[in-house]
């Protein structure tokens, strides 16, 4: 039997942190679900195999003011490390920035969040 993937999920959002472990969690996949990007970075011992990062935290609970810091810090440690993006906003400016620095994907927070993590998780792993 295949090892079990690990995903982190990293979102200030609750809601979308329970979301996102609920319905990524399966025999396959287990998803570790933080709130800020500092407990993500301390966690890359335990070797995830994708992180699922938000671009803004709202709360005054992280040092990192958003997402970019945080995937500098990832890829400074786990350079070779997949991150996906997830923002609330689109702004082209910040997703060609991301996609030059790196990132998987960049997936809006919105109605079809789940599906189109689902989509772009696909697609990464196939393509590998």
Do not use: W
Request: glycine share 6%; proline share 4%; aromatic share 8%.
């Amino acid at each position: 039997m295949a090892k079990k993937k690990l995903y982190f999920i990293v979102d200030d959002d609750p809601i979308i942190r329970k979301l996102v472990v609920a319905r990524l969690s399966s025999e396959e996949v287990s998803v570790e679900p933080f709130d800020s990007g500092e407990g993500c970075v301390a966690a890359l011992k335990m070797k995830p195999d994708l992180i699922i990062l938000d671009y803004i935290f709202s709360g005054s609970k992280t040092s990192y003011r958003d997402g970019m810091e945080v995937f500098d810090m990832i890829k400074e440690i786990k350079p070779n490390l997949p991150v996906i993006m997830l923002s609330g906003q689109e702004d082209g400016a910040v997703v060609l920035e991301l996609a030059r620095k790196g990132i998987v994907d960049y997936v809006i927070k919105d109605n079809n969040l789940i599906d189109n993590l689902l989509t772009a998780i696909a697609d990464h792993f196939e393509e590998r």
